[in-house]
């Protein structure tokens, strides 16, 4: 079994098993081995890595284990729902259950404070944001055409959105010196450039709020990013998968809500949602793909046979989340929490004097660790995230996976651990910092070392479905109560 | 919304989307419009189109409904599991819970007779049966690249193969006059004609159990093909989703087994399995590739997050089929129910003189129905179609939506309604062949009629997730017990 060379693989199999399109096989899963190696447990291993690499939202499960325990009718594997079983797992529209469209539909208008809505027939079910991003790829690009994105982006993009495609991502460049704010200097010159290149250009995509940045975009940005690609007849994609994360003012701004006040082409706009980062369920797989163009609305229901929700998940879900009082209360409460754990974990960073980009959203920072950087260059970013990897024992993300253009940034989550394991990450990090200022640590790993090697290209993937063991739910580490 | 004309669309978006690769496009969904629009019911619609044309299996949900009650602690959703849920929502790893895979690997050893074991580092999980397929041509075949396929095939292989992974599928010409069996000069042939075209053949793909023949692949056939494909180095993808299918003798051997005792490279061979057929859970989307491929074991595994089973399914799924108790009673009992309910249906057809292709397998018969047509042509297998969709109101599905080369095929299902169901179809067909036969029945319906029109490469998708309506849960049909 599995005997052949990698020649022969090269011709019994295809060019997409065959290349590196995937990006798994970067030297930065070296990073992640580090931590399944050796995870942190707050009794038997104390000084394991601790995981903050990892996009999760587990702080408010006690609210949705109580409405679970509350509303056994809800699902069919209780006395209560049992008699739904047959119909439930024999039911195979990809339209969905009209109930869980319905439901989304209602959501997805709750999240945004009710100031837009949206229509259940235009809820296209998919695999997880994975499969909707993937899903708009494959019905508004061939291969070979490109799509802009403002960096830093989510790493995994390059798997979701090109891998199996053959679509291009080109970079709008974002920097510091603006908070990472997309220009239109920038965008038109990301565009010209493809341009001159003779790279047939299909659309823009922007994560909003953003990932890594923990940023929202205003209400004068995204006009002007519909504007651009309005008069430029692109599609605009609008990856809205963290809008309930908000926890501060300024409130979030929807595309949708954009687009019912500005004169455009609404067969060019197209959002991208689930349910892994509001909700917290990323194992539930539930992507949508919402779209205002009918074309791509039946092309992509079509297309999500390939990756439909479980029926017995879409049942659980649309009672969950049409029911109103739950879904208010849960979403003013998960917001506080992502909140009081956001401003605790900057404000134990700001101690040593560690500034993060001033966001409002996400469950993550933008941790700016430019002044560790001997020089700024990726070699030394490289070196640093070697350290914190492997003496500082945290699993942080280094700015060159999201592609971003300037050296000593690092996504750092806060969202998927504990409050004690909090304390432990903000000890460690204090520590390291003051110890660094003084002279005292030692970036005692040299860049490009062969163990740890990681490329400018390589790409994370925490926000999902790559880590071979760190995410067993039967692992050993216990969880103190939650804020 | 929704404004752009045809040309627009062509523009604005991809070929993939605008192309008809899909399928659905074609005349034959006024088939399924005629069920939606006028479905069956016991009492309020006597006189409505009955389903035949979904290959479900409901007749054992009786034993998983009893399973559930009394394993609540299965469910997430129940007192007695939901302090899981957390872990089990937010578990997001593409090599899935490993007591899922441990379950999948026991549960299709068991299937098979215990007469081979399977490795559940090898499971790989996809969206359904769908999704299992066309991951597999990503990973083995470039576009343009061709695989074989024995014909009648499943007429939906041709979104799953095809659609975005521009594999081409090369028909092997079988017929009725041996039973439609693979023989090596057709298999021979279709290699051949490829070759001469310069197309590149990556592999043959069969159906075992076939899908719509009913019959199962026997030991010698299966040999036959292990040594063509070995001696091309080409792959073999058997899609053995109606494995436990089977009510009677001979016994299914399964290509795990073949390769257990014939000299060949296990790298070129890989199996389609999924729990839609066998267990009757279409909803639930349980796809599998399990390979004996290294690198596509390793490159499928990546690619499934674009369609991973919910963590939610994983969980029940793991608990219910690792019961070995309930798994043999099941097996066994679901096998008896398929096979009475075929004998009934099959010998009821009989008492009219209408026979079906002999098999043992499937929850659907391959009813022949030539001494109807008036000449042996498509126009008259439509015409008859129409009559039978129109008039007898059975929504039957004819041999050219499978590609059968010979007219007068019709793949009618049996296992996707009650008994009382069965018997108002079963006198429909008797009534209709009966009048047909006294010359009193009317051909009313012309071919080509522009209403109810069927081009011969049209596409029947009633395995799965098509149609718009007809499977709501919700559903105002009761349901008789079953057998």
């Known amino acids: 079994m599995g005997l052949v060379s990698a020649n022969d693989d090269h011709q019994l199999l295809s060019k997409i098993a065959t290349n590196d399109g995937h990006g798994e096989n970067c030297a930065y899963f070296d990073g992640w081995k580090a931590y399944d ?52 797992a024999n039911f195979q529209d990809y339209h969905g259950l009209p109930e ?47 799509f802009l994105i ?19 991502l080109l970079p709008i460049i974002c920097k510091s010196s603006n908070n990472f704010k997309i220009t239109i200097e920038a965008l038109e010159e990301a565009y010209n450039k493809a341009a001159e290149a003779n790279i047939k250009v299909k659309g823009l995509i922007i994560s909003n709020p953003s990932n890594p940045l923990g940023t929202i975009l205003d209400m004068e940005t995204l006009k002007s990013l519909v504007t651009f690609i309005n008069k430029r007849n692109i599609h605009l994609v609008c990856n809205e ?17 954009i687009i019912q006040h500005l004169e455009c082409n609404s067969d060019l706009i197209h959002i991208v949602y689930s349910l892994s980062k509001d909700m917290g ?34 049942h659980l879900l649309a009672l969950m989340l049409s029911d109103d009082d739950f879904v208010g209360r ?27 980009l001033p966001g409002n959203a996400g469950l993550f920072c933008w941790m700016d660790l430019r002044s560790l950087l001997k020089e700024p260059t990726f070699e030394d970013e490289m070196a640093l995230w070697h350290v914190i990897i492997k003496e500082v024992k945290l699993n942080v993300s280094p700015g060159s996976s999201f592609h971003c253009v300037e050296p000593g940034w690092f996504r750092v989550c806060f969202a998927n651990m504990d409050d004690a394991t909090v304390e432990v990450a903000l000890r460690r990090i204090q520590t390291f910092v003051t110890r660094t200022k003084k002279g005292e640590a030692l970036l005692k790993y040299k860049p490009w ?4 090697q990681l490329s400018f290209s390589s790409q994370t993937y925490d926000d999902g479905l790559m880590s071979p063991h760190m995410l067993s739910p039967h692992s050993s580490i216990p969880h103190s109560p939650l804020l």
Chains 1, 2 share one sequence.
Not at 241 to 257: D, L
Not at 449 to 452: N, P, R, V
């Open 449 to 452: 070392q062969k163990k740890l």
């Open 37 to 88: 190696n050796d995870p942190f447990h707050p009794i038997e291993n104390r000084n394991g890595v601790i995981q903050m690499g990892l996009s999760e939202n587990q702080l408010s499960f006690d609210l949705i284990e109580d409405w679970i325990r509350k509303n056994p009718n809800a699902s069919i594997c209780t006395t209560e729902g049992a008699n739904a079983f047959k119909d439930i």
């Open 330 to 356: 849960f979403l003013r409460e998960s917001s506080k929490r992502i909140g009081n754990r956001h401003k605790h974990f900057t404000m134990g960073l700001e101690e040593v004097e560690i500034g993060c």
């Open 100 to 146: 869980f469209r319905n439901a989304v539909a209602k959501f997805m208008g709750r999240v945004r404070g009710g100031r837009v809505s949206f229509d259940p027939n235009r809820i296209v079910m998919s695999g997880g944001a994975t499969g909707a991003n993937e899903l708009l790829m494959f019905c508004l690009a061939n291969p070979g055409d490109a």
């Open 281 to 314: 369920f990323p194992g539930f797989r539930v992507g949508i793909v919402y779209s205002y163009n009918d074309a791509v609305v039946n092309c992509g229901r079509k297309m999500s046979s390939f990756g439909l929700v479980s029926s017995q998940t879409q």
């Open 150 to 168: 403002p960096t830093p982006y989510y790493p995994a993009y390059d798997r979701d959105l090109r891998w199996r495609t053959g679509v291009q």
């Open 241 to 257: 998968i963290y809008s309930s994360t908000i926890f501060k003012p300024p409130s979030f701004i929807s595309i949708s809500e």
